[in-house]
């Protein structure tokens, strides 16, 4: 009994300390967790951002509020020393900084899928505003579903571009409504419809027409041309020039006249005899 009782005592004592073990690494996970939070924090307000590189200005439209608590505010959780009256004003400021936000995730997602890989993604990112900087953050399932679009827009074949493109528009409608903003197509921002490079021909018979057309156009500049240039026309009298009527104020003409006649020379020249 000693010895089974001393076993017995050996097992509890080993089970204890496993729990103790067990319960003292999560607790400093946790602590790591939590001071890794407070750092992320503490740079946040600072001005450096998780990149490392300082911020040159902070964007102060929105009062103060950024990422997630931008977000929550919009959404309608309330915030302190903010209601839907002050809220209101900043909603088409919101609504540019979100839709940069949405641009950049689409265009990670196509540059991932022309590399061939995917990355995991990130529910915040830094936009860059004509005020300065401002941190952004939505959900992770709009956020995937923005950078999932661009990935597929640049590996899947042309046939399913469409289906890419209503996803798009329903994932941008979905976030539009819950932060109060008024849908548009997203689609067409992110993925542009090419244009027709030519219009379609309406009247496939028109240049055979004007191509017989032409000759007949000739004709008649060529008949004008002739119209204002001298017509040598031939009088009884001798050859006369004339200028046309319509272009000269008076009728000039040029009388050529005739040679003398060759039997009237003749008969003044006399005679001569000749001997043989």
């Given amino acids: 009994m000693d010895v089974t009782h001393t076993l017995f005592t050996e097992h509890q004592v080993?089970?204890?300390?496993?729990?103790?073990?067990?319960?003292?690494?999560v607790g400093l996970l946790l602590v790591v967790f939590y001071m890794l939070d407070r750092v992320n924090e503490l740079h946040k307000h600072s001005g450096v951002t998780m990149?490392?590189?300082?911020?040159?200005?902070?964007?102060?439209?929105?009062?103060?509020?950024?990422?997630?608590?931008?977000?929550?505010?919009?959404?309608?959780?309330?915030?302190?020393?903010?209601?839907?009256?002050?809220?209101?004003?900043?909603?088409l400021r919101y609504e540019a900084v979100l839709q940069k936000h949405i641009e950049l995730l689409f265009e990670d997602g196509q540059l991932d899928g022309?590399?061939?890989?995917?990355?995991?993604?990130?529910?915040?990112?830094?936009?860059a505003t004509l005020r300065g900087e401002i941190d952004s953050w939505m959900?992770?399932?709009?956020?995937?579903?923005?950078?999932?679009?661009?990935?597929?827009?640049?590996?899947?074949?042309?046939?399913?571009q469409a289906s890419i493109r209503e996803r798009i528009n329903?994932?941008?409608?979905?976030?539009?409504?819950?932060?109060?903003l008024p849908p548009h197509s997203l689609a067409n921002l992110l993925?542009?419809?090419?244009?027709?490079?030519?219009?379609?021909?309406?009247n496939p018979e028109e240049p055979d027409?004007?191509?017989?057309?032409?000759?007949?156009?000739?004709?008649?500049t060529q008949s004008e041309h002739e119209n204002n240039v001298l017509a040598l026309t031939a009088e009884p009298e001798g050859m006369v020039l004339t200028a046309s009527e319509e272009k000269l104020p008076e009728p000039a003409a040029v009388v050529v006249p005739e040679a003398p006649a060759v039997q009237a020379a003749a008969a003044e020249i006399p005679a001569v005899e000749v001997k043989t």
């Fill in 14 to 25: 080993n089970t204890i300390l496993l729990l103790l073990i067990f319960a003292g690494l």
């Fill in 51 to 91: 990149n490392g590189h300082t911020r040159i200005k902070l964007d102060q439209s929105f009062g103060g509020l950024s990422g997630k608590d931008l977000w929550d505010a919009m959404t309608g959780i309330p915030m302190p020393g903010w209601n839907a009256e002050k809220l209101e004003p900043l909603k």
């Fill in 114 to 127: 022309r590399e061939g890989f995917s990355m995991p993604v990130r529910c915040d990112r830094v936009i």
């Fill in 139 to 160: 959900p992770h399932e709009y956020a995937s579903a923005f950078y999932r679009s661009g990935h597929d827009r640049a590996t899947k074949p042309e046939e399913e």
């Fill in 170 to 180: 329903q994932t941008g409608n979905a976030l539009f409504a819950a932060t109060g």
């Fill in 191 to 202: 993925m542009p419809l090419a244009q027709a490079a030519t219009q379609p021909e309406e």
């Fill in 209 to 220: 027409v004007l191509a017989l057309e032409a000759p007949a156009d000739d004709l008649a």
